[in-house]
C-alpha cells in the first residue's frame, strides 16, 4: 500500500510530497504522481503522549485500551503509555504483559506500558523493576502516578534499581502529609471558596527532593505535570547542574487557571490543581526555554457518577488526548511565542527519546510512517462529543484554534477527517 501527501508543509516551513510505502516513509521531495492534496495542513511526527490512563484492567467503564487508542487516533497521537493504577496495579511482569497484549490488539496506537514503583502503588515495597523491564512489555518507565513516591530511602533505591537498564522513574510530585483534604489551589481564592487549598511547596518540596536525588544517583528523573513557577525554577536549576531530567506539562495547566473553580463545576477538579494565570506563563516560557521537554496529557477518564456530584465528593481528573494539540497550537504556535519545529518536539519527538521509542518522533525517509496532518485554520469546538468512553473534558465551553485533520500509523489512516471506526474489523 503507497500513499503520497501532496504540498504539505513540515514541521521547518517547507512544502513537500511525502511518499509512505509499506507502512514506511519512501520519500520526501518534489513527487510528479497524484495523491491526497494536503494545502493548509501541517505534516508533523505522530504525536506520542508519555502520560495517558487508558483505566484497562479494572475500570471499563471509564475507558479501555480500545477506546483510548481510538480517542488517542483522533487527537493525532500514534502512541500512548497506559499508567500503571489500574485494577490491578500494573506492578508485576505478568500486568505489564497483559496490557501490552491489550495494546497489540488495537491499531490505532501503539500503547506502552508503564510499571508502578511500589507493589499496589503502596508506597511502601517496590515492584519488580527489573522483572517488568525483562519482560515482553520492556518498560523502562516506572510511576506511582496518581500518588507519590514519598520515603526518601525507597525513591533513591528506585532510582538505583533502574540505573543499569537506563529506566527512567516518573514522579507524581505531591507530598501527602502537605495535601490532606486538599481540593484546589491553596490561596486567597481558596479560603473565599472554602475549599481546602493545596499549596504549590506539597509539589515543589519533591520535585527539590527528587532533583538532588537524581544529582546524587546519576539516574533518569521525569517530573510527571508540572504546575507551579517555583517547580519550573527547580528543574531549570538541576538541570544546570546536569541532572539527568525530563519534565512535562499538561495542555490544561497551560491553557486554563484556578478562576475556573469558582463555579464549583467538579470538571475542573485535577490532581495536580489548576495553578494561577502567573504559573501559567511561568510553564510556558519553561517549554519556549526548554526547561520542559514535552505535553503529556494526564488523560484521566471517569464515569459521570464520579464527575457529576459535589466538587468535595468528585474525582480528580480531565480526559484530554482529543484537544492536547489544538491546546499547545493555541498556546504555543497560534499565540506566536514559538514554531512547528518547537511543537513537534513538544507533542512528539522528546516523548519518543523519554520512552525510548524508536520507530516514532520524526518524519524521516526510512522511519515508519507515523505522522499527525495538523490543519491551524481550522477549530475545534470543545463540546464536540468524545470518543472516549467518559466525556469529562474541561473545554466544552471554549472554541479552540486549530485541529487535527489525519492520522496516519504505520502507514494507514487512524483518523482521516473523522476517526475510522471500523479500523480494527
Ligand atoms: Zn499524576
Ligand atoms: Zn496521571
Known amino acids: 500500500m503507497a500513499i503520497t501527501l501532496k504540498n504539505v508543509m513540515i514541521s521547518n516551513g517547507k512544502r513537500v510530497d511525502i511518499r509512505t510505502e509499506n507502512g514506511a516513509i519512501a520519500e520526501i521531495g518534489s513527487i510528479s504522481e497524484k495523491g491526497i492534496d494536503c494545502s493548509g ?30 480517542t488517542a487516533a483522533k487527537g493525532g497521537y500514534v502512541a500512548v503509555t497506559a499508567m500503571a493504577n489500574t485494577n490491578p496495579v500494573a506492578d508485576t511482569a505478568a500486568i505489564v504483559e ?48 496518581g500518588l507519590c513516591v514519598f520515603d526518601d530511602d525507597l525513591m533513591k533505591e528506585a532510582l538505583e534499581k533502574v540505573l543499569p537498564f537506563d529506566g527512567v522513574i516518573a514522579q507524581h510530585a505531591q507530598d501527602p502529609t502537605k495535601t490532606v483534604g486538599s481540593q484546589m489551589n491553596d490561596g486567597a481564592l481558596s479560603v473565599e471558596l472554602g475549599l481546602t487549598g493545596w499549596p504549590t511547596v506539597a509539589e515543589e518540596s519533591i520535585i527539590k527532593r527528587d532533583a538532588e536525588l537524581a544529582l546524587e544517583t546519576g539516574s533518569r528523573l521525569h517530573v510527571c505535570h508540572v504546575t507551579t513557577g517555583g517547580g519550573v525554577e527547580i528543574i531549570r536549576w ?44 511561568a510553564l510556558l516560557e519553561g517549554l519556549l526555554d526548554g526547561t520542559i521537554d514535552m505535553l503529556g496529557t494526564d488523560h484521566a477518564p471517569h464515569s459521570a457518577e464520579k464527575k457529576d456530584c459535589e466538587w468535595e465528593n468528585a474525582a480528580f481528573g480531565m480526559i484530554g488526548l482529543e484537544s ?27 516523548a519518543a527519546k523519554m520512552l525510548g521509542l524508536q520507530n516514532y518522533g520524526a518524519i524521516k ?37 486549530g485541529r487535527v485533520q489525519h492520522t496516519m500509523r504505520d502507514g494507514y489512516f487512524t483518523m482521516f477527517d473523522q476517526v475510522l471506526e471500523e479500523f480494527n474489523d
Open 324 to 350: 492536547a494539540a489544538s491546546v499547545l497550537h493555541q498556546v504555543l504556535v497560534a499565540s506566536g511565542a514559538g514554531d512547528w519545529e518547537l511543537f513537534e518536539k513538544i507533542i512528539s519527538t522528546n
Open 98 to 145: 497483559e496490557v501490552m497484549a491489550l495494546g497489540e490488539a488495537s491499531r490505532y496506537a501503539f500503547v506502552q506500558p508503564i510499571g508502578a514503583v511500589t507493589k499496589g502503588l503502596g508506597g511502601s515495597q517496590l515492584s519488580d523493576l527489573a522483572g517488568m523491564h525483562n519482560s515482553n512489555a520492556q518498560v523502562r518507565v516506572f510511576s506511582d502516578d
Open 365 to 401: 525517509v526510512g522511519e515508519r510512517a507515523n505522522m499527525t496532518l495538523f490543519n491551524p485554520d481550522e477549530h475545534l469546538q470543545g463540546n464536540e462529543p468524545s470518543v472516549s468512553k467518559s466525556s469529562n473534558s474541561p473545554y466544552f465551553p471554549l472554541t479552540l484554534k
Open 238 to 281: 538541576a538541570k544546570k547542574q546536569g541532572a539527568r531530567i525530563t519534565a512535562e506539562v499538561t495542555p490544561h495547566h497551560l491553557l486554563l487557571n484556578q478562576e475556573l473553580v469558582r463555579g464549583y463545576d467538579p470538571v475542573y477538579k485535577v490532581n495536580p490543581p489548576l495553578r494561577t494565570e502567573g504559573d501559567a506563563a
Open 41 to 70: 495542513l501541517v505534516a508533523l511526527a505522530g504525536f506520542v503522549d508519555p502520560h495517558t490512563h487508558l483505566r484497562q484492567p479494572g475500570f471499563e467503564s471509564s475507558e479501555t485500551v480500545m477506546s483510548g487508542t481510538r
